[in-house]
């Protein structure tokens, strides 16, 4: 089961931040639970190739481009490419998905290691143009927008509802 732990309404800035991202994880890890790996790779709907994995593996690469390159601006993509740009949501397997999810929790406890070893208004990128802070709320706005996804395919698939 995966620990979900509803931010508090008070707090400093940065515990708030690192609250809601792992929120956030927690909810598409929570969306995924108990699902086969047929599962994870059904479709939304054509022509989409939008699946649960396929949200998990895209969260993997936004965890990369704006965590991971934190450290190392020369991060690259984990699963896209120029050949295939939508390789995160087309290339799934039922096979790979385990793989995938684990990839995406190592994927998050990098990030988290790399972002508590900054400080908010770190700057970032080839003109320093980005502070951490950008980054926190990037990664923010991933997250709730594809969270929403999620909560539909979930239901589709099984007709479990619910934040």
């Known amino acids: 089961m995966n620990e979900r732990t ?20 927690a909810t598409l890890l929570a ?19 939008m699946s649960l994995i396929g949200l ?5 690469e936004m965890e990369r481009m704006y965590g991971h ?5 020369g991060t690259g993509l984990l699963y896209c490419t120029d050949e295939d740009e939508d390789a995160d949501f087309a290339s799934v397997t039922a096979a790979g998905a385990a793989e995938d999810l684990e990839t995406f929790r190592t994927h998050c406890a ?3 290691e790399i972002m508590a070893a900054r400080e ?24 709730a927008r594809h ?17």
Not at 34 to 44: C, P
């Open 6 to 25: 509803m931010p508090g309404g008070s707090g400093d800035e940065r515990s708030l931040l690192d609250g809601w991202l792992d929120y956030y994880r």
């Open 56 to 60: 998990v593996r895209h969260m993997t």
């Open 110 to 112: 990098r990030t988290r």
């Open 120 to 143: 908010l208004d770190d700057t970032f990128g080839k003109t320093n143009a980005y502070t951490l802070r950008w980054f926190y709320l990037y990664l923010g706005k991933e997250y």
């Open 31 to 49: 969306k995924c639970e108990g699902l086969t790996g047929d599962q994870l790779v059904a479709r939304s709907c054509e022509p989409s190739p």
């Open 69 to 73: 390159r934190l450290a190392d601006w």
């Open 147 to 163: 969270l929403g996804h999620a909560d539909l395919l979930r239901e589709r698939i099984d007709g479990v509802t619910g934040e």
